[in-house]
Nanobody
């Protein structure tokens, strides 16, 4: 069974940085788009960023564009989310996810069927 495990969350002051990692035990990591989503208390889960299977194409939510960078290392079956200039509004549980289909690109949560358990990011103002 494929598992995704996130790490790197924590408490940081506004303006600070964190780097999230997500490692998978599944095969064929290099054929799936990987995404990061987040969910704040009382809000719906929202798209943050995605990177295609090769790492050549990325997409970001407007709210994080220019501050967050998604990347992947297929040799390590790991996807990263570098978060800079963090703001209180970035406080949420962050989830990584894998698309349902190989070689698919999707920014909606419904396009992903494998999810990690999440890692908490708290930004103090």
């Amino acid at each position: 069974q494929v598992q995704l495990v996130e790490s790197g969350g924590g408490l940081v002051q506004a303006g600070g940085s964190l780097r999230l990692s997500c490692t998978t035990s599944g095969r064929a990591f290099s054929t799936y788009t990987m995404g990061w989503f987040r969910q704040a208390p009382g809000k719906e889960r929202e798209f943050v960023a995605l990177v295609d299977w090769s790492g050549a194409s990325t997409s970001y939510a407007n709210s994080v564009k220019g501050r967050f960078t998604i990347s992947r290392d297929n040799a390590k079956s790991t996807v990263y989310l570098q978060m800079n200039s963090l703001q209180a509004e970035d406080t949420a549980v962050y989830y990584c996810a894998r698309t349902r289909q190989r070689y698919a690109i999707d920014a909606s949560a419904s396009g992903y069927d494998i999810w990690g358990r999440g890692t908490q990011v708290t930004v103090s103002s």
